[in-house]
């Protein structure tokens, strides 16, 4: 029974998420070389003649996609700078094991496919406890904030790049979302079927894509 619902969730990846696999021309080049650096990524703790301000984590909302497939993280926490009312950074951790579906409904299924999500082949939460971001400059363009930065999935450190497009200062709370924003699993050590790595696919081909927009509160 249990080798039935893991082929049922197979088949789900499939149809919701090869999709995706149109709009990959947006990743990184796959050959970009891996910085795996699990000692050296620390927190963003301070910015100069910045205020900082704590994320709320019970506000704060981390969702994600692969066409019609999504789910949730959740925050550990984290932080963002405000210069002259004008966000200058920002550093959040959130928990892998966290990582969950929200759209299948039949629960023992969606289990399953939870678990899928935390093995070796994935995002192996029980090695890796935390995904975390930090920003490297914040640049303001026509009303909207360009982000480069640097994600740490699985100890592998990528730069990236994506907008924030909406930021709001009020009364010593803070308010900010980003557009959705495309990530390579295969850049963090995921290529277990992945159409860009077939020699490592077992049963079925899976997209290397998936979405992922960002809501933060902080006070």
């Known amino acids: 029974m249990q080798k039935f619902f893991s082929l049922m969730v197979v088949l789900v990846l499939v149809s919701s998420c090869q999709e995706g696999e149109k709009k990959e021309a947006v990743q990184s080049d796959k050959t970009q070389p891996n910085v795996i650096n699990p000692d050296t990524f620390r927190p ?32 550990k926490g984290g932080q963002l700078f405000v210069r002259k009312d004008e966000p200058v950074g920002v550093y959040a951790a959130a928990i892998t094991k966290s990582a969950r579906d929200t759209s299948i409904t039949y629960k023992l299924m969606q289990g399953t496919f939870n678990n899928v999500l935390q093995t070796a082949d994935f995002f192996d939460g029980a090695h890796y406890p935390f995904l975390k971001f930090k920003t ?41 979302e980003t557009e959705e ?16 790595f077939p020699e490592k696919a077992k049963d079925f081909i899976f997209s290397d894509t998936f979405f992922v927009k960002v809501v933060l509160f902080a006070h």
């Open 181 to 196: 924003i495309p990530i390579n699993r295969t850049l963090f050590g995921m290529e277990l079927n992945s159409r860009s």
């Open 44 to 75: 963003l703790t301070s910015v100069p003649n910045a205020q900082s301000f704590l994320i709320d984590t019970t506000r704060s909302k981390i969702a994600w996609h692969c066409e019609n497939h999504k789910g949730l993280v959740d925050l």
């Open 136 to 176: 490297a400059k914040i640049e303001k363009s026509n009303g909207q904030y360009l982000v480069s930065g640097a994600l740490s999935i699985r100890h592998i450190v990528q730069p990236i790049q994506f907008k924030m497009v909406s930021f709001r200062k009020k009364e010593g709370q803070i308010s900010l």
